[in-house]
């Protein structure tokens, strides 16, 4: 069982903005510890879309965007695309588990 | 081109065991710390093990710990993952995959090259 949670699906029309949650705790994110998110196509791996909170690799449109707050981060996906459909998963560190991923999101777009 | 192949995955009986590898190529391996992640069927992600560059440190999930081994090879640009007493929810597609390191600095925990991942199933 995941110690990060993201709500299960989030949608929008195409050209929306749609935010996914990703809650934790003191022990991961709320201790200062960087959140990743990653993009997951169905059928393939996971592909790095945030690093360090905010950061976007290289070739990562900005339309995806990252914060962190508290105990909690957001990943925010403006001017939604219809190949943004896919599962979305936040990712910490904890200082009682090591590597920590959340329960994952599936976007639709409408 | 930078890459990560996996291999050595199967069908195995509960109880059995399987070695899987990870052949990099396109960069300097030895630099990278690296993991091993799996998804079940239809479920999340689980990340399952690390080494550093040196493989003097290493990591385990507590429900892989003392079951899975982790190891790798520069020499041979390959990391390895020998899986033990496995189970039926050990059943995943399990990836390997390197560290994020930007122009400035590395992430440990972030992975910015996965494999294409190889299935391993545990059933009778």
């Known amino acids: 069982q995941s110690v990060l949670t993201q709500p299960p699906s989030v949608s929008g029309a195409p050209g929306q903005r749609v935010t996914i949650s990703c809650t934790g705790s003191?022990?991961?994110?709320?201790?200062?510890?960087?959140v990743h998110w990653y993009q997951q196509l169905p059928g393939t791996a996971p592909k790095l879309l945030i690093y360090g909170n905010s950061n976007r690799p290289s070739g990562v449109p900005d339309r995806f965007s990252g914060s962190k707050s508290g105990t909690s981060a957001s990943l925010a996906i403006t001017g939604l695309q219809a190949e943004d459909e896919a599962d979305y998963y936040c990712q910490s560190y904890d200082s009682s588990l090591f590597y920590v991923f959340g329960t994952g999101t599936k976007v639709t777009v409408l | 081109q930078v890459q990560l192949v996996e291999s050595g995955g199967g069908l195995v009986k509960p109880g059995g065991s399987l070695r899987l590898s990870c052949a990099a190529s396109?960069?300097?391996?030895?630099?990278?710390?690296m993991s091993w992640i799996r998804q079940a069927p239809g479920k999340g992600l689980e990340w399952v093990s690390y080494?550093?560059?040196?493989?003097?440190?290493?990591y385990y999930a507590d429900s892989v710990k003392g079951r899975f081994t982790i190891s790798r090879d520069n020499a041979k640009n390959s990391l390895y993952l020998q899986m033990n007493s496995l189970r039926a929810e050990d059943t995943a597609v399990y990836y390997c995959a390197r560290e994020y390191c930007s122009s400035t600095s590395c992430y440990p925990n972030a992975f910015d090259i996965w494999g294409q991942g190889t299935m391993v199933t545990v059933s009778s």
């Open positions: 080494i550093s560059s040196s493989g003097s440190t290493i």
């Open positions: 396109g960069f300097t391996f030895s630099d990278y710390y």
């Open positions: 003191s022990s991961n994110i709320g201790a200062g510890y960087d």
